[in-house]
């Protein structure tokens, strides 16, 4: 299993060259992110793909993350506040124009998934989205790995600074977590050429028959 090995290669990068990713590849990791597991379907998150380096500067200042600046891109997943009947309405509408389904066609679906989410309060369903993005931060580390790109998974930073720098608030999202993408520093880093440290299997997992 080729992906076995993808993921022993990677690790959380600390340090990263100046090269930078080809639009290319940040494209097929998008696209996976976008391909990826979504409960109901209906992706209750936004990924911000950010190369400046003067906005990334301003989004880590603070930060003992210095993957913020110090790498080629970073992604941040940005979750619904909440989930809106009007929300859902236009997902359905999405889903039944790309299935060639007649409008309606997808109705039940509609009433069920505006029932449940309507019965919960509005920080129930920022939680549930800010589990779903990350769930698209899962297929975002497989595909870099594939991709031959280092990354970074965050959750040291202030979501509050990235919220008003990137005007999240007003699109009524929220930081959920951070990636940081680019290229290891292998001279700098001292975590590059280390033994990856896992469970054994048999502590880590239990079989039940």
């Known amino acids: ?4 090995n993808h993921l022993k290669w990677r690790y959380a990068t600390k340090k990263y060259t100046t090269e930078k ?9 998008v696209e996976a992110i976008n391909l990826s597991a979504s409960s109901c379907g209906i992706q209750p998150y936004r990924v911000l793909v950010i190369s400046n380096p003067e906005l990334r500067a301003q989004l880590g200042a603070g930060s003992f993350n210095g993957q913020i600046l110090n790498s080629s891109h970073l ?3 940005a979750a619904h506040k909440e989930i809106s009947t009007a929300y859902i309405e236009e997902y ?3 889903a039944e124009k790309q299935r060639n389904l007649p ?3 997808m109705d039940d679906l509609k009433n069920k998934l505006i029932g449940y989410f309507s019965a919960n309060t509005q920080q129930e369903n920022a939680i549930w989205a800010t589990k779903q993005a990350y769930i698209g931060l899962g297929t975002a580390l497989l595909a870099a790995a594939e991709l031959k790109i280092d990354s970074t998974p965050m959750e040291g930073f202030d979501a509050q600074q990235f919220d008003e ?3 999240l608030t007003a699109k009524g999202l929220q930081a959920a977590v951070i990636l940081s993408v680019g290229y290891r520093d292998a ?3 001292y975590m ?3 033994p990856k440290v896992r469970l054994p299997i048999e502590e880590f997992a239990a079989f039940v028959a």
């Open 165 to 167: 720098v990137l005007g």
């Open 75 to 77: 992604l941040v997943f």
């Open 187 to 189: 001279e700098n880093d």
């Open 192 to 194: 590059a050429n280390l």
């Open 1 to 4: 299993m080729e992906l076995i």
């Open 103 to 105: 409008q309606g066609a």
């Open 21 to 29: 990713i080809s639009d290319d590849k940040i494209d097929q990791l």
């Open 92 to 94: 359905i509408q999405m």
